[in-house]
């Protein structure tokens, strides 16, 4: 199916609805909102890292021209104006871009303020595997892609499947504690990161039940005493015990620490299209402490 | 003032009382909510439990009774001082202090491991620490010295809020300390070690005697400063003296738990309410309800969602909000009665 992204009301494709008049696009945000456009948005303004990496993923990446001061990948975006955070962007500076649409975050109080403005906005927000896939869709459906988004979750599929095969045989069915923060706060078996730690065969030790980034008694972790702990070098720390009386824990004394720094500690914790990535830099230091 | 106060010494006692019962209920909240300790030290039983309770529980509970006396004397000291029912510990910004020391430190955490080396070396909380006193010393500078009373508090709270919008910026410019500040922010136990403890308690001690030593001082305070100043009292180095007190017990207090709201100022109230002593006893007994307070508010934190934990700073505010404001009620109650 061929199409042509400038002309209204020619696109077609399987998952584009074609709406009445002008709007060729129609699409369901996070929100639930349905947002109407009339042709793929030339002009991107992106106000969440995640978001600006799924853009570029898929192949979209020279329509952004605006991103927030966190977004970090690809480093083709680094030369674009930084509009602010992703709460509290500057929206001045996003309505001088001139942007077809903007893509923000749920929780974003500007949100109001740039459809006020007349801005088309896309809220969205992933937060599990799933989401992510469906955050492709849903921007491949706003590109007009002819393939849409399967071509790109495939390969995230794909990248998934070689970490796990990328994984050392000793360490199948380790039982893990992921740090995400300083608290300390537990990435659980529901969250994204819990999610990539199933598919490389590791047990978390943090059940479903206590959602998805619990802040936990540090007694659990040591009472739980897992083989294996990860986390950022900011939350885990260099070489000291993270906290009182986690000396004794069995991957403290084996060793068994994989502590994400500088721009993978940054990777493994992104809900976007690299998840294939960060489950291989999980498996490469699973490597190194299971040798 | 209500119409039968109780006897100091009484009110030591339940605090004395209070204290112990907690600390001993302190060794049996953990991550599985309440555990019998008996049963942990019995000779068949789990070593690993063993060690939980004597690593991180123990030292938690008795690291939550320290702070929370920490701050009790120091709300004590500075209502005194200040001779304003509304004063704090965190008054003279050492509060924002702390959270800009820590916001910096854990920033720095991040970036490039040669920024900063002075600060990573301090730790979090060497920087808290250096934070608040830091803070607190500036406002003197600002004030030109503890004489004057107003100029002292506006001095204080310029600094809080400058030093605020200062770490706020840090918080913009790395958004991923955001979590773990929060939880500064809103206090914790959960790192504090037998090490934290000996340094609190050594801390304690000192403060204690020193202001023990100058309770005559704030006595004499409570009177006016012209009558303070009748009575031979040499106001600005005393004065002085008290602030450093206070400084260095909320800094130490902050610096091992966080920002731990309200107890500094609920304590010496609640004690007023209940007793009718001088400034000796007041101090002291400040301090008691402190620490009960705070350790109470970490048993609940602890217990209520284990193994997940609240942040005891909002369980310190609302059960200590909530007993004031039933106390104030109930005064007013009697004295329409």
Redesign the interface.
């Known amino acids: 199916m061929l199409l042509s992204a400038s002309l209204p009301g020619m696109a077609a494709n399987a998952q584009v609805s074609s709406a009445p008049a002008a709007a060729a696009i129609t699409l369901t945000d996070a929100r639930g909102r349905a947002v109407q456009l009339t042709a793929p948005p030339q002009r991107i303004v992106s106000l969440l890292p995640s978001l600006a990496e799924s853009v570029c993923a898929l192949g979209a990446c020279t329509r952004i021209v605006g991103v927030d ?2 977004t970090t990948w690809p480093p083709a975006l680094a030369h674009l104006p930084r509009l602010g ?1 992703n709460l509290e962007p500057n929206i001045e500076a996003v309505v001088a871009l001139r942007p077809d649409v903007v893509l923000i975050s749920v929780a974003s109080r500007a949100i109001g303020r740039l459809e006020a403005l007349g801005l088309k906005v896309i809220a969205l927000e992933p937060r599990t595997h799933a989401e992510v896939h469906g955050v492709l869709r849903t921007l491949a459906t706003m590109l007009a892609l002819p393939q849409g988004a399967e071509p790109v979750w495939a390969r995230m599929e794909q990248g998934l499947a070689e970490a796990a095969r990328a994984m050392p045989a000793q360490a199948r069915g380790q039982r893990v504690y992921f740090e ?6 537990a990435a659980g078996e529901n969250s994204f990161i819990g999610e990539t730690l199933a598919r490389l065969g590791l047990v978390n030790i943090v059940p479903a039940a ?2 998805p980034f ?7 972790v ?2 739980a ?1 897992p083989d294996l702990l990860m986390g ?4 885990l720390g260099e070489s000291r015990e993270p ?3 986690w000396s ?1 824990l069995r991957a403290m004394q084996s060793g068994r620490i994989c502590r994400f720094a500088g721009a993978e ?2 990777l493994v ?1 992104r809900p976007g299209p690299r998840i294939a990535e960060a489950a291989m830099a999980m498996a490469r230091c699973v490597q190194k402490v299971y040798p | 003032m209500s119409a039968n106060p109780l006897r100091p010494a009484w009110l030591a006692l339940a605090l004395l009382l209070a204290s112990l019962l907690l600390l001993l209920l302190g060794a049996g909240v953990g991550s599985t909510g309440w555990e019998s300790v008996w049963r942990l030290a019995a000779p068949d039983a789990d070593p690993l439990a063993w060690q939980i309770v004597r690593d991180i529980r123990l030292p938690r509970t008795v690291g939550a009774w320290l702070a929370g006396a920490l701050l009790g004397l120091a709300g004590a000291v500075a209502q005194g001082v200040f001779r304003n029912p509304l004063a704090d510990p965190y008054l003279l910004g050492s509060a924002s202090g702390a959270s800009l020391g820590v916001a910096l430190a854990m920033a720095a955490l991040g970036v490039s491991p040669f920024a900063l080396q002075g600060l990573l070396r301090l730790g979090i909380t060497g920087a808290a620490f250096a934070g608040a006193v830091g803070a607190v010393l500036l406002t003197l500078l600002l004030a030109k010295g503890a004489h004057n009373t107003m100029r002292l508090l506006l001095a204080g709270v310029v600094v809080g809020v400058v030093l605020g919008a200062a770490s706020s910026m840090v918080l913009m410019l790395s958004p991923e300390i955001m979590q773990a500040m929060q939880s500064f922010m809103l206090g914790s136990t959960s790192f504090v070690g037998w090490g934290a403890c000996a340094l609190m308690a050594a801390v304690l001690a000192l403060v204690v005697l020193l202001a023990w030593s100058l309770s005559r001082v704030l006595d004499g305070l409570a009177l006016g400063e012209s009558t303070a100043l009748s009575l031979g009292l040499p106001l600005a180095p005393l004065r002085l003296l008290l602030i450093v007190v206070m400084a260095l017990a909320t800094g130490t207090a902050v610096a091992q738990t966080g920002l731990i709201a309200f107890v500094g100022l609920a304590a010496p109230h609640l004690v007023r309410s209940l007793v009718r002593a001088m400034h000796g006893w007041l101090l002291l007994l400040s301090a008691g309800m402190g620490a009960v307070l705070l350790l109470g508010a970490d048993l609940l934190a602890r217990w209520l969602i284990a193994p997940q934990e609240l942040p005891v700073g909002v369980l310190t505010a609302v059960l200590g909000g909530t007993y004031l404001l039933w106390l104030m009620h109930r005064r007013n109650v009697q004295e329409i009665a």
């Open positions: 001061r966190y955070g995400a923060s300083r608290g300390p706060f206590l959602g619990p802040r936990l008694n540090p007694e659990y040591v009472r005493d950022g070098v900011r939350s906290y009182p009386g004794a500690a940054d914790i």
